[in-house]
Nanobody, 116 residues
Framework: VQLQASGGGLVQPGGSLRLSCAAS????????MGWYRQAPGEQRELVAT??????NYADSVKGRFTISADNAKNTVYLEMSSLRPEDTAVYSC????????????WGQGTEVTVSS
C-alpha cells in the first residue's frame, strides 16, 4: 500500500491550500487516516484524523482546516484556510489500521510555506 501526498506550496498568510493523499488501493474504511506536520526543528504533530467519516482536529487548526475522505477515489483531503506562518511545515499523510494498530503506512511529505 502506498500513500501519495500532494498539493503543498507557497501561500500568503490568510490564504488557502488543499492537500491530497491518494492511496494505492481501496481500503480507507478500514483505516484511521491522518495528516501530520513537522516544522523545522520541531517534533511531528498530529493535525487531523478521519475515521469512517468522523473527523478530529488538533486545537491549533480547529475552524481553519477540514479533513475529508473520498472513498471512491481512495483519497483523503486536507482543506486549509486562514493559513498562518506557524502552519509552515512538511505535511505527511498516514494510515493506521483501525483494529491492528501496528499496521501503519506513511506517505512522503508535501511542503507548505506560509509567508508574505
Amino acid at each position: 500500500v502506498q500513500l501519495q501526498a500532494s498539493g503543498g506550496g507557497l501561500v500568503q498568510p490568510g490564504g488557502s491550500l488543499r492537500l491530497s493523499c491518494a492511496a494505492s488501493s481501496s481500503f480507507l474504511s478500514n483505516y484511521v487516516m491522518g495528516w501530520y506536520r513537522q516544522a523545522p526543528g520541531e517534533q511531528r504533530e498530529l493535525v487531523a484524523t478521519i475515521t469512517n467519516g468522523n473527523p478530529n482536529y488538533a486545537d491549533s487548526v480547529k475552524g481553519r482546516f477540514t479533513i475529508s475522505a473520498d472513498n471512491a477515489k481512495n483519497t483523503v483531503y486536507l482543506e486549509m484556510s486562514s493559513l498562518r506562518p506557524e502552519d509552515t511545515a512538511v505535511y505527511s499523510c498516514n494510515a493506521r489500521h483501525r483494529w491492528y494498530a501496528s499496521i501503519v503506512y506513511w506517505g512522503q511529505g508535501t511542503e507548505v510555506t506560509v509567508s508574505s
